[in-house]
Structure formats: C-alpha cells, structure tokens
C-alpha cells in the first residue's frame, strides 16, 4: 500500500515558481517510479512529468519543458514538482502518483493507466 499527500498548491501569479511537494508512506517508495499529473475543469486528466525509482530518468510533457523540473528523495519519500514561469494555462489540480506494478526499473510511464496510486490532488491556479 502507497498513500500520497500532495501539498503546495494555491494561487499563483503568472510567471511565479511554486514547488509541489508529494509524501508517499509505504516502505516500497523508493523502489517505483512516480509521476505527476494535472487536471484542467473540463479536460482529460494529462502526464506532466514523470521520474525513474532511482532518479535517473525523468520524463516531462512537451507543454512543461523546460519550465517544469521532477525530483525524489528516496530517504525523505518524497517527490517534487519545480515549477517555473508559470502561465494561466498551467491551472489545474496536480496530482501525485505511483507505479508499483514495477519496480527498480528506469521505465517511465507516461500514462494515466499505468499508475496504480494516486494522492488526493493539490489546486494551481496561476492568475494573469
């Protein structure tokens, strides 16, 4: 079992730099890839970026190069989100979650079907 608290959402202005932070319980943290994702009102829930078990390999949407920077600490078990010049268009929920079906691979999955765990979700809204 994995938990995931995503924290520092909130508002924004446009071009800020907040940092999204996500706490995962469950001692096989450190072993699975993690991965965030954002949901707009209206839109399809979409990959922003994505991080090996070891940190090796990261992977990002097109949308967020760049601007956006995934990271872990595997002692800490927790995962971050940089996010940078931020723009209106980056509102949305973000979310955290985990691939436990693998482990200790630098696959990085980019879907939503392939994470099985996911945090409760933090709000961005970037104001203009």
């Known amino acids: 079992q994995v938990q995931l608290v995503e924290v520092g959402g909130g508002l924004v202005q446009a071009g800020g730099s907040p940092r999204l932070s996500c706490a995962a319980s469950?001692?096989?943290?450190?072993?699975?890839?993690m991965g965030w994702f954002r949901q707009a009102p209206g839109k399809e829930r979409e990959f922003v970026a994505g991080?090996?078990?070891?940190?090796?390999?990261?992977s990002s949407a097109d949308s967020v190069k760049g601007r956006f920077a995934i990271s872990r600490d595997n002692v800490k078990n927790t995962v971050h989100l940089e996010m940078n010049s931020l723009r209106p268009e980056d509102t949305a929920v973000y979310y955290c979650a985990a691939d436990t079906r693998q482990s200790f691979t630098d696959y990085v999955p980019d879907r939503s079907y392939e994470y099985d765990y996911w945090g409760q979700g933090t709000q961005v809204t970037v104001s203009s």
């Open positions: 991080i090996s078990w070891s940190g090796r390999r990261t």
């Open positions: 469950g001692r096989t943290f450190g072993s699975h890839a």
